[in-house]
C-alpha cells in the first residue's frame, strides 16, 4: 500500500526524464515547474506527473513549493490496471486526453 511523502521546502521530487512510476495527488502544500519560461505551481487536490502515463518518462522536473508539500503516490501500474476495468468508452476517453496531454506537453517545452 503507497503511503504518503512529505518533501521539504523546494526539494526535488523528480527531474524531466525521470523513469515514471507514479501519478501524485498533492495533499497539503504546493508544487513548482517550469514550463515555457515561467514558473507554474500546483496545489492541494491537484494531480501531477499524469505525463509519465504515455512515455513512461516525466516530462518535466517537478519540486516541493517554498513551505514544501505532503504528497501521495500511485503507482502507474496500479492506475493502468484500473484504467483496464474501464469501460470501453471510458477507456477511450483518457487515451485520447492523454494523447492531447502529449501534444501540448511537446508545444510548451522551452
Known amino acids: 500500500m503507497e503511503e504518503s511523502r512529505v518533501f521539504g521546502p523546494n526539494e526535488q521530487i523528480y527531474a524531466e526524464g525521470d523513469a515514471a512510476s507514479h501519478l501524485f495527488l498533492i495533499q497539503q502544500g504546493s508544487v513548482t515547474t517550469h514550463v515555457s519560461g515561467e514558473d507554474i505551481s500546483f496545489g492541494e487536490g491537484q494531480i501531477f506527473g499524469d505525463g509519465g502515463l504515455v512515455t513512461g518518462k516525466y516530462k ?8 514544501g508539500c505532503t ?22 476517453f483518457i487515451t485520447n486526453m492523454l494523447g492531447r496531454f ?5 508545444l510548451l517545452k522551452d
Open 60 to 67: 518535466m522536473t517537478v519540486k516541493a513549493g517554498p513551505q
Open 71 to 92: 504528497i501521495f503516490p500511485m503507482h502507474l501500474d496500479r492506475l493502468k490496471a484500473e484504467i483496464g476495468r474501464s469501460p470501453p468508452i471510458v477507456r477511450l
Open 102 to 106: 502529449e501534444i501540448m506537453s511537446e
